[in-house]
T-cell receptor, first 112, second 110 residues
């Protein structure tokens, strides 16, 4: 399997709800990181997982959490959604030791 | 100062013009990515560079590791090239998170 697949591509949620975004990485990609891109801004680092453990986190509150699974898929969970959580969420994965990342095309989340 | 800086922030060109977008970074990297994003769209990866130069169609990307600088060139620009172009530096450690530039908004007029 090649490429990184994110699902869903678009999503609308109500303030206060919870959301789960999914990322399916290439086989062997044991590092996955998640980014938030608000409108008009560059993507910001949320967190990174390596071998199912979080090994880095950006300046995001604990209501942003994640999971990585042995089958190279991962999830980003956001609780108690706020209007400012409306953004494009990107995942990118790689095998440790590789030079660069493979990108998903993103999930666009709208909170109303 | 951001760890990854792009210039210019906005760029307007006429169809057929040669375009250059610059990216400077202050962190150690293992690779640098150039990405394209159309309005309302997701991210498309154009290039991954760790040294030298790569070419794909009308797009050329170069990197100078010593100067910590990369450029994306578009030859014979076309209105369909209108998009946001983002450079992203992959950190040089095994932790190696990506740090993104703010993006360059390119508009090519017919």
């Amino acid at each position: 399997e090649t490429g990184v697949t994110q699902s869903p591509t678009h999503l609308i949620k109500t303030r206060g709800q919870q959301v789960t975004l999914r990322c399916s990485s290439q086989s062997g990609h044991n590092t996955v990181s998640w980014y938030q891109q608000a409108l008009g801004q560059g993507p910001q680092f949320i967190f990174q997982y390596y071998r199912e453990e979080e090994n880095g986190r950006g300046n995001f509150p604990p209501r942003f959490s994640g999971l990585q699974f042995p089958n190279y898929s991962s999830e980003l969970n956001v609780n108690a959604l706020e209007l400012d959580d409306s953004a494009l969420y990107l995942c990118a994965s790689r095998r440790v030791g590789d030079y660069g990342y493979t990108f998903g095309s993103g999930t666009r989340l709208t909170v109303v | 100062k951001n760890e990854v800086e792009q210039s210019p922030q906005n760029l307007t060109a006429q169809e057929g013009e040669f375009i250059t977008i610059n990216c400077s970074y202050s962190v150690g990297i293992s690779a640098l990515h150039w990405l394209q994003q159309h309005p309302g769209g997701g991210i498309v990866s154009l290039f991954m560079l760790s040294s030298g130069k790569k070419k794909h169609g009308r797009l050329i990307a170069t990197i100078n590791i010593q100067e910590k600088h990369s450029s994306l060139h578009i030859t014979a620009s076309h209105p369909r090239d209108s998009a946001v172009y983002i450079c992203a530096a992959a950190g040089g450690t095994s932790y190696g998170k990506l740090t993104f530039g703010q993006g360059t908004i390119l508009t090519v007029h017919p």
